[in-house]
């Protein structure tokens, strides 16, 4: 699934530019998790997966860089703070927010067509 | 090829940004791309121990054709009890720790079984030590 679809379905908004870069438009996403716990996260491999998290740190797109995440949605619109902009884009990491809870994304991207990741 | 970072206690922010520039630089090199993301898992799972247990430490790598030695040395109140903090789920944590997304008792589990070898010690009082590898 394309960034823009998922980003269409559960309503949200790209707050930083990297969707212009051509990484953007080739990326192609098959799996997705939902977790505020960022060792959960780390356990497991995330190729093509995109994270969505209630947790708006900075230790979430840290998170993001070491499991090769390139999407992450964050949920009820949290606070996105400038340095997590900053990193998420140097690392070539999208990030989605949406005023969607953790559920409702979930339920949305797996309607969609999005698997779970074990 | 060696390199060496400071780790400080308590800066949460600054947490994990050792183990990202080790991620960027032996990402350059001819290992496979699941040992990097494993490598880069173990040791921002033991900074993020440093930052939210200890005072301060280092964490020293040692980047072999054949492997990566990566050691951690930190000064704090080091770990009474080694068998239980291995267990999954024990955790000492604080709450500014658990609000980042840490501090379910996780950290070490997940460092065991993304290295090959890992050797933890610590003297309670002074700090403690970790030391793991990961062969190519």
Redesign the interface.
């Known amino acids: 699934m394309k960034l823009q679809k998922i980003c269409d379905i559960v309503e949200g908004t790209f707050i930083n530019e990297f969707q212009y870069s051509p990484e953007y438009s080739k990326a192609d996403y098959t799996k997705a998790f939902a977790s505020d716990l960022m060792s959960d996260v780390l356990r497991f491999s995330m190729e093509n997966t995109v994270l969505i998290t209630g947790l708006s740190t900075i230790q979430t797109v840290r998170t993001a860089v070491i499991s090769n995440l390139t999407c992450l949605i964050i949920a009820r619109d949290k606070r996105v703070t400038d340095d997590m902009i900053n990193l998420a884009t140097e690392s070539r990491i999208s990030i989605i927010s949406t005023k969607a809870s953790v559920y409702e994304i979930s339920g949305l991207l797996y309607k969609n067509g999005l698997k779970p990741v074990y | 090829m060696k390199m060496q970072y400071f780790i400080q206690g308590g800066d949460?922010?600054a947490?994990?940004?050792a183990?990202?520039e080790v991620?960027s630089t032996i990402k350059q090199f001819n290992i496979p791309?699941?040992k990097v993301?494993r490598i880069?898992?173990a040791l921002?799972?033991a900074e993020?121990n440093v930052v939210a247990h200890a005072y301060r430490g280092t964490m020293n790598v040692d980047l072999r054709p054949d492997f990566i030695r990566v050691v951690f040395e930190d000064e704090g109140p080091g770990i009474e009890d080694i068998e239980k903090a291995m267990e999954e789920g024990f955790s000492t944590a604080s709450d500014k720790v658990r609000?980042?997304?840490?501090g379910?008792g996780?950290?070490l589990p997940?460092i065991k079984?993304n290295c090959d070898e890992m050797i933890l010690s610590s003297i309670p009082g002074k700090g403690t030590r970790l030391e793991i590898k990961v062969v190519f």
């Open positions: 949460f922010s947490g994990g940004r183990s990202t991620k791309p699941d993301r880069a898992v921002y799972e993020m609000q980042m997304g840490f379910a996780m950290g997940n079984k």
